[in-house]
């Protein structure tokens, strides 16, 4: 079962801007989910709190404007209240250093002045308007725990070479933690994402699963009744626009 878990850590559908271009809204939200991403593996965070933090991020954004706050005050908050909602608390003080670090890679730690204090009091204020906006609502169900449990599945059904020769689980996981940089968590149900990466990794290698063709219905159709190839198309179409995105973006 090894093969198939979590390796860890490393607003609604993207708009389109002029040319089928991301809007520059969808840029920023990318750039500024990276960062919660890249901040929360320095801070030892697990999986589900990152994501957690991202989902609280893109959605603080679908019931408010991007010009009215700082989106990257709003992302150390969410990292902050990602921590409390997913029982892994996090000090303050080591999110403002990681975050200044992030943004200051040669500079010095800061110090506990009043600009330090000012930092956090911020954060703190920014948690309680987010809380407010979110109606407490902190708490989501992501798709990693079905992710694990379709992979175990899929292990079973092909053969063992097919498994090993195909990094099909490290790309899933990666699939997963990559579409946290826009707002599938919010559009989708978390089978039906679960389901739709798994797709995309087989794809990406070509890996069958064996009987498909005579089976009664496609092989993610098993993992739920409700999921269709369309939803399947919608999830995948929007994480290859993250990817492009990933290239277009410095």
């Known amino acids: ?62 019931d408010t ?51 330090f204090w000012e930092l956090r009091d911020s954060i703190v204020q920014c948690e309680l308007l987010m809380l407010r906006v979110l109606r407490f609502q902190v708490s989501f169900q992501h798709p990693h725990k079905y992710l694990l449990h379709y992979l175990v599945s899929l292990k079973n059904w092909l053969n063992r070479h097919s498994w090993q020769r195909t990094p099909v689980a490290v790309t899933a996981w990666a699939l997963l933690r990559d579409s946290y940089h826009g707002g599938l968590c919010l559009r989708f149900q978390a089978q039906h994402i679960a389901v739709a990466v798994l797709y995309l990794a087989l794809q990406v290698y070509g890996v069958e699963v064996p009987a498909e063709v005579k089976a009664e219905k496609p092989w993610w159709q098993v993992f739920g009744d409700d999921l269709t190839k369309p939803i399947i198309d919608n999830i995948v179409s929007d994480l290859i626009q993250i990817y492009t995105m990933d290239t277009e973006i410095p």
């Open 1 to 62: 079962e090894e093969a198939v878990r979590d390796p860890g850590p490393s607003e609604g559908r993207l708009v389109a801007g002029p040319e089928g271009q991301p809007a520059p809204e969808a840029r920023v939200h990318f750039r500024v989910a990276r960062f919660i991403m890249e901040a929360g593996v320095k801070l030892g965070m697990r999986s589900i709190p990152i994501a957690t933090a991202c989902t609280i991020y893109h959605k603080f954004f679908c």
């Open 65 to 115: 404007n991007l010009d009215a706050y700082d989106p990257y005050l709003i992302a150390v908050s969410s990292i902050y209240s990602a921590g409390k909602a997913e029982k892994q608390h996090l000090r303050t003080h080591d999110i403002i250093n990681v975050s200044n670090r992030y943004f200051h890679p040669s500079g010095e730690p800061l110090e506990l002045d009043s600009r």
